[in-house]
């Protein structure tokens, strides 16, 4: 643990906030039912978004929901020590996270009916954002410069592991019909659209006015605001103060960070790894 990192088969993880024993009987164990709804990403791919989007669409646009009850709480992550404890302690049809690579995800999840979202993001935009939410966090070792993190991040070598393998591995399930694929881009430039197929995908029908509610409370500025969304709340055990989920919230930001070499290499290792993809799938392409 040299790196700063808590090693589960081959995968790195933050060592606050996880543990062995529980990463292991996950995966192994935990049952995910045909009326769970499961949101999975890499981090930093707009995991927090969507679950404000998710519990909103849930409560007709109600805010009461997302004003009263942290966001972790609401949705818990499936591969944390306390999200792990809070889903297996919750009865009824169930909101639940997970940055979990394909090969490690719970075997139960693919026997199940159970609807699985699935959002995917520019990964130079990931790894601009995933460098500065970890130099603000104190989860795992903070890199010392962009460019170290780039490398880190080229290599696999940071949380939840490598991008690309993150992404091959699930979108071999974009075509179940229990599967719904969503890209950060999309849902940037068209919200309500992206949300009515949400909507559509998870059976939940709402008025013009509710779809209203939605779209402005789950959107980037309402956010920011909402102390129970923001992990305004979070203790300073895992943070650096001030922190909010949402840095920026736009797309290619990447352009202002990242040197033109750094660019190329980039796309030199992402022609590599992403080969075989038909086109048109990616909308950052």
């Not at 990463?23 to 709804?37: G, N, P, R, Y």
């Not at 791919?45 to 998710?54: A, D, K, P, V």
């Not at 490690?104 to 993001?121: D, E, Q």
């Not at 229990?178 to 197929?197: A, F």
Request: overall charge neutral; glycine content about 6%; hydrophobic content about 35%.
């Amino acid at each position: 643990m040299t790196d700063g990192y808590l090693w589960f088969e081959g995968i790195p993880f933050s060592v606050l906030g996880f543990s062995s024993e529980v990463l292991k009987e996950a995966c192994a164990q935990f049952v995910i039912k045909d009326e769970d709804t499961v949101l999975v990403t890499y981090p930093k791919s707009g995991t927090n978004w969507m679950i404000e989007i998710l519990c909103l669409i849930h409560s007709h646009g109600d805010t009461k929901w997302i004003r009263s009850v942290p966001i972790w709480e609401r949705s818990p992550w499936i591969e944390t020590d306390v999200g792990y404890k809070r889903l297996n302690e919750r009865e009824g049809p169930r909101l639940m996270s997970s940055h979990l690579p394909f090969h490690l995800f719970p075997k139960s999840l693919f026997t199940s009916k159970a609807k699985v979202i699935y959002i995917m993001r520019n990964p130079k935009d990931v790894l601009v954002s995933g460098y500065y939410h970890q130099t603000m966090t104190k989860l795992c070792k903070q890199p010392e410069s962009l460019e170290q993190y780039f490398q880190w991040f080229m290599q696999g070598n940071v949380s939840y592991g490598s991008w690309f393998e993150h992404i091959r591995g699930w979108l071999s399930m974009r075509d179940r019909e229990n599967v719904l694929l969503l890209s950060y881009e999309e849902l940037q430039k068209d919200p309500r659209s992206t949300i009515e197929r949400i909507c559509q995908f998870l059976g939940k029908k709402l008025s013009p006015e509710e779809l209203d509610s939605v779209l402005k409370n789950s959107s980037f500025q309402v956010m920011k605001l909402n102390k129970m969304s923001n992990y305004e709340m979070v203790p300073e055990t895992f943070i650096t103060k001030p922190f909010l989920i949402t840095r920026k919230g736009i797309c290619g930001d990447w352009k202002n960070h990242l040197t033109v070499a750094q660019a190329e290499a980039f796309d030199k290792v992402y022609q590599e790894k992403m080969l075989g993809f038909p086109k048109g799938l990616f909308p950052w392409e």
